[in-house]
């Protein structure tokens, strides 16, 4: 017993403990081929390491040439595996170089199966004998004595070609930013080549008395490949630490937004959900989740608009975008907003969708009190803007009043006659009749504008909205002897909106157009109405006064808050009036006239359906 | 009275509220006539008594340009205002421009009957008196400019001598001149002939002029 015969089982328990570890990881996870190919160089290393110690121990002829033969080919092996290994490890290698490698061993190896003088070993042409060789710590070894074989110059051109095609493909890699497995992995392998082949090269000339130091050589390729697979745990470590801390960012995230977060795998119709999204959406923690449990749970009125971002998502590749509403029990309704995006496969088929879903319903109820408070001031502007109107609309008033009490009286003169003119009587009633009717109409206009009321669009014609304004608005314009025209172009279509807000914003800019248009000689006291198509898509509605004209300066200034050029003016008539109609899809704007004056114009969208029937008025 | 019936021109551009007024005056007993402007009222005027009973606020000419329209015309009636409400400048011009009434559209019948009556007898007040004021213009209309001359000077209070040298003429002629004035104007004394010039103020154009101030 002594170091050697320890040694070189190390060595080969070393290459074996290395080829399990990659063979493991190799069987393990799939793509790793270049693993599984490292395995098989580690394990014909093992194989070259056992072989070298039993030809140390041997001292019979008939017991070494099988051994060297195996060698051979544990050599053989382990530099094809080496080249397969770079070739898919680095994926730089040249082609005709790696198979040189091969070609050019098995060229060499043949002459170990060769019958005659050619046949007798691929190392040795002729064998001399066996020397005992003693070393360090009187450790002896057998060493063989030969004639070299000319031949063998194969295996080493097959280990130069080796040696080139590192050396080539850490090149490349190196230049392609490869360089720390370029550095270790190709120089570990170069190394190991350069003074593997190099020491055989010595005891095969019997330049040196040693014996075959192809394994040892090979650690260095193994601290190579260790360095390797530690940094690779290391990276695996660092990977799954990120992961973790990024995915405890993730909880921290959507906790704080009060993020639900969903999955919904299309192919098993399944819907993941976080905690957080089920309850949000009313779902216990176990139950299955599928796209028609999801749809059941909306408000009914909203199903059809979220099924309508599905579609979009899925078909058109847009964002599933989409808020809706979840009734609770007890009569609550939850605001939710849900964001999504899908997953398409090679194909493009979408195969999944992620997303998230948040409760906005804070942010419903502020939009709906903003909404309220805004509601209240046009309805102030309203009314401050029919107390305006107040003298001419008791002057409407007064009319039909007056004609019902003439008539009443000019009945009670009839019936004193003898004999009393029936027809007259019957003519009385009927025109009696007809001006309450008048009154009622005027007072059931003057109710509308001062209800308070949400905006509630519907299908509207211009005609009517610059009818009613007309009716309201003629009475005041005959006390300011202002010449009022209102023009609707024939067959418009009619627009989106709601009656008393449009009415609100046609009054404020009528009577402004009045007090502007009043300033004048009563002879040019003008203010005209008219309604055009404007494109396809919008009707444009201009009042336009003879006054004196706007500064550039007013122009841009009229739709701020609190701006006014009047005495008495608020400034809110305007900047409510451009709310109303830009909650109406709208634009509103003031532009100077040619000649004298202003002209206010807003648009409103068409409506796509058609006018509903109204009952008629009871 | 030879008079004609009085007629009461109606102008209400409220067609419902011209014939609910219209039918309560002719049920009074009135002859009544409508007219939805004031254009067409003042197109139709003629020489019958009557008086306007109009709407102040009224598209076109309004009910205070057909009273200042009206006050031109020789048949210069009364108006009556009626007015859904009236403000107080509107009013206090309208009656500065002569207005009989002035009433609400609601105001009570009574009111509105006794206004037209009002107003009916200041028309025949007027007339009379436009009558009289013609006959009188007649009558000075046959002096001749020499006896218009002399005239002046008579009611000026000046002696017949004053005149003559004034006028550069005889004493004696002067006073046939005054014979004839007194003849023709049916005085017979200078105070009687000072009255009657004073009554038809009216006629100052075609009088001498009076000084300012009497």
Redesign the interface.
């Known amino acids: 017993m002594n170091w050697i015969t320890i040694a070189w089982p190390m060595v080969a328990a070393a290459c074996l403990t290395l080829a399990l570890i990659e063979l493991r990881i190799g069987l393990a996870q799939p793509g790793r081929a270049p693993r599984l190919v490292f395995a098989v160089s580690a394990l014909a290393v093992a194989a070259v390491a056992g072989l070298e110690l039993a030809l140390m121990r041997t001292d019979v002829l008939a017991e070494w040439w099988p051994l060297m033969r195996l060698l051979d080919i544990a050599v053989g092996v382990m530099i094809v595996s080496l080249t397969v290994f770079i070739w898919v490890h680095f994926g730089t290698g040249n082609k005709w170089l790696a198979l040189a490698v091969p070609s050019l061993y098995a060229a060499g190896l043949v002459f170990d199966y060769l019958p005659g003088p050619l046949g007798s070993g691929m190392t040795y042409q002729k064998f001399t004998g066996f020397r005992t060789v003693e070393t360090f710590g009187g450790a002896t070894f057998s060493v063989a004595d030969g004639v070299p074989n000319p031949w063998n110059v194969f295996p080493y051109l097959a280990v130069l070609a080796l040696i080139v095609f590192v050396a080539d493909a850490s090149l490349r890699l190196w230049r392609r930013g490869g360089r720390r497995r370029a550095v270790i992995v190709g120089g570990a392998v170069v190394l190991f080549l350069s003074i593997g082949g190099g020491q055989s090269a010595l005891v095969e000339t019997g330049i040196v008395q040693m014996p075959y130091l192809i394994s040892w050589s090979y650690l260095c390729v193994l601290v190579a490949m260790g360095h390797e697979l530690s940094a690779d745990i290391f990276a695996a470590a660092q990977l799954s630490r990120q992961l973790q801390d990024s995915e405890r960012r993730m909880d921290l995230a959507s906790e704080a937004a009060s993020l639900g977060m969903w999955t919904w795998d299309i192919v098993r119709d399944q819907i993941w959900a976080t905690s957080r999204a089920r309850s949000l959406l009313g779902f216990s923690e176990s139950e299955n989740l599928s796209l028609s449990r999801f749809v059941s749970v909306l408000h009914p009125d909203d199903r059809d608009a979220v099924r309508h971002a599905i579609d979009g998502s899925l078909n058109a590749d847009r964002d599933y975008e989409v808020q809706f509403r979840v009734p609770l029990p007890g009569g609550h309704t939850r605001w939710i907003a849900a964001r999504g995006r899908a997953d398409r496969d090679t194909a493009g088929k979408p195969v999944l969708m992620r997303g998230v879903v948040l409760d906005i319903s804070a942010r419903r109820r502020s939009e709906l009190e903003l909404q309220q408070v805004r509601g209240q001031l046009a309805h102030a502007a309203r009314v401050s803007m029919l107390g305006q109107l107040a003298?001419a609309l008791?002057?409407?008033l007064?009319?039909?009043?007056?004609?019902?009490?003439?008539?009443a009286?000019?009945a009670e003169?009839?019936l004193q006659?003898e004999p009393p003119d029936l027809d007259?009587l019957r003519a009385?009633l009927a025109?009696i009749r007809?001006?309450d009717q008048?009154a009622g109409d005027v007072i059931e206009r003057l109710r509308s504008l001062l209800k308070r009321r949400s905006i509630e669009l519907r299908a509207l014609a211009v005609g009517d909205l610059l009818a009613s304004c007309a009716a309201l608005t003629h009475a005041d314009a005959?006390?300011r002897?202002v010449k009022l025209e209102f023009e609707a172009e024939p067959a418009l279509p009619s627009v989106k909106g709601d009656p008393v807000h449009l009415q609100q914003v046609l009054l404020n800019l009528v009577l402004n157009a009045m007090d502007a248009a009043e300033g004048e000689p009563a002879e040019r006291r003008r203010v005209s109405v008219r309604a055009r198509r404007d494109g396809g898509r919008s009707i444009e509605v201009a009042v336009s006064d003879s006054g004196h004209g706007m500064t550039p300066e007013s122009l841009a200034l009229v739709f701020e808050p609190f701006y006014t050029t009047k005495a008495n003016g608020m400034g809110i008539g305007l900047p409510i009036s451009r709310t109303i109609i830009e909650a109406h899809g709208g634009r509103i704007w003031a532009e100077s006239n040619a000649g004298r004056g202003a002209t206010f114009r807003f648009t409103l969208p068409i409506s796509k359906q058609p006018m509903a029937e109204e009952a008629p008025a009871a | 009275m030879s008079e004609p019936v009085p007629v009461l021109y109606v102008v209400d551009d409220d067609a419902s509220f011209l014939t609910a007024v219209s039918r309560m005056l002719r049920a009074a007993g009135y002859t009544v006539r409508t007219f939805p402007k004031a254009e067409d009222l003042l197109a139709q005027l003629s020489d019958t008594p009557g008086c306007v009973i109009a709407d102040l606020r009224m598209p076109g000419l309004n009910g205070l340009d057909l009273q200042a329209a009206l006050a031109q015309h020789a048949n210069a009636m009364p108006v009556i205002f009626l007015t859904g409400h009236g403000d107080i400048p509107t009013t206090v011009r309208a009656m500065r421009q002569g207005a009989e009434d002035f009433l609400t559209k609601r105001a009570p019948k009574e009111d509105l009957l006794e206004a037209v009556q009002r107003a009916l007898t200041r028309d025949a007040r007027q007339r009379a008196e436009r009558t009289r004021l013609r006959a009188l213009r007649a009558r000075f209309d046959a002096l001749t400019p020499r006896e218009r001359d002399v005239l002046r000077h008579v009611v000026q209070g000046r002696q017949n001598k004053q005149i003559a040298a004034d006028l550069n003429i005889n004493e004696r002629t002067v006073k046939l001149h005054r014979t004839a004035i007194t003849t023709k104007l049916e005085v017979r004394s200078v105070a009687e002939l000072t009255r009657l010039v004073q009554a038809a103020g009216a006629l100052e154009e075609t009088l001498p002029t009076f000084p300012k101030g009497q």
């Open positions: 003298a008791a002057h409407e007064g009319q039909p009043l007056g004609a019902i009490l003439r008539n009286e000019a003169l009839f006659h007259e009385i025109d007809k001006d008048r005959s006390a002897r």
